[in-house]
């Protein structure tokens, strides 16, 4: 089966600074990659996906960006800010019918620094 | 994205009992899955629930353990049966639509004591 690889597993930056988080999947069959957010407490939200027919994909102040070749995917963040504090999760998913089973990473706490 | 209901949202059990954990979508999908979190730790695929059809469970997950209900296509329960402290968890599912991406629940925190 799937085997998604995360890492840091811990990431402090300064505000304002960017992070990237890095993952790696093993099953080239995957197609759809998203990434989750999750505060303390809270249920994990979807932030951003993307698709194995793009390279790259932004929405504002977050990117993500897919090499199939190498299988690995990255989210970046601009211009942190201290909400961006929270566990992110990335997961790689294989079509399955019609639905995704999503297999996540290990996670990455990252912790924005005022 | 789907908007799901989940409750109950935390329990504290004896062991030897069981808890049923439900979710109502907002719309109609076709598979809904199930995970565990333990605290600190990722997301763990415990099975995916076809409507009119048995569940499917992954490695590790038995149907006598985690019995799954869908009696159609914007409901399902998680049963988690005869508890044990090991069983203390977060139990959340997971419904969507390819196009739009799966959103969670708002999760179970189980204690079993």
């Known amino acids: 089966g799937e085997n998604v690889e995360q890492h840091p597993s811990t990431l402090s930056v300064q505000e304002g600074d960017s992070a990237v988080i890095k993952c790696t999947y093993s099953?080239?069959?995957?197609?759809?990659f998203p990434w989750y957010k999750q505060e303390l407490g809270k249920r994990p939200q979807l932030i951003i996906d993307?698709?194995?027919?793009?390279g790259e994909k932004k929405d504002q102040r977050i990117a993500v960006t897919l090499n199939k070749t190498a299988k690995h995917f990255s989210l970046h963040i601009t211009e942190t800010q201290p909400e961006d504090s929270a566990v992110y999760f990335c997961?790689?998913?294989?079509?399955?019918?019609?639905?995704?089973?999503?297999?996540f990473g290990s996670g990455t706490q990252l912790t924005v620094l005022p | 994205s789907a908007v799901i209901s989940q409750k109950p949202s935390r329990d504290i059990c004896q062991r030897g009992t069981s808890l049923t954990i439900q979710c109502q979508v907002d719309?109609?999908?076709?598979?809904m899955f199930w995970y565990r979190q333990q605290p600190g730790q990722s997301l763990t695929l415990i099975a995916t629930?076809?409507?009119?059809?048995?569940?499917?469970?992954e490695s590790g997950f038995v149907i006598d353990k985690f019995p799954i209900s869908r009696p159609n296509l914007t409901f399902s329960t998680l049963t988690v049966s005869n508890m044990s402290p090991e069983d203390s968890s977060i139990y959340l599912c997971?419904?969507?639509?390819?196009?739009?991406?799966?959103?969670f629940g708002s999760g179970t925190r189980l204690t079993v004591v």
């Open positions: 997971s419904a969507g639509q390819l196009q739009y991406g799966y959103t």
């Open positions: 099953d080239s069959a995957s197609n759809y």
């Open positions: 993307i698709r194995s027919n793009v």
């Open positions: 997961a790689a998913s294989i079509s399955s019918g019609s639905a995704r089973q999503l297999t």
């Open positions: 719309s109609q999908v076709t598979m």
């Open positions: 629930a076809n409507q009119g059809s048995e569940a499917t469970y």
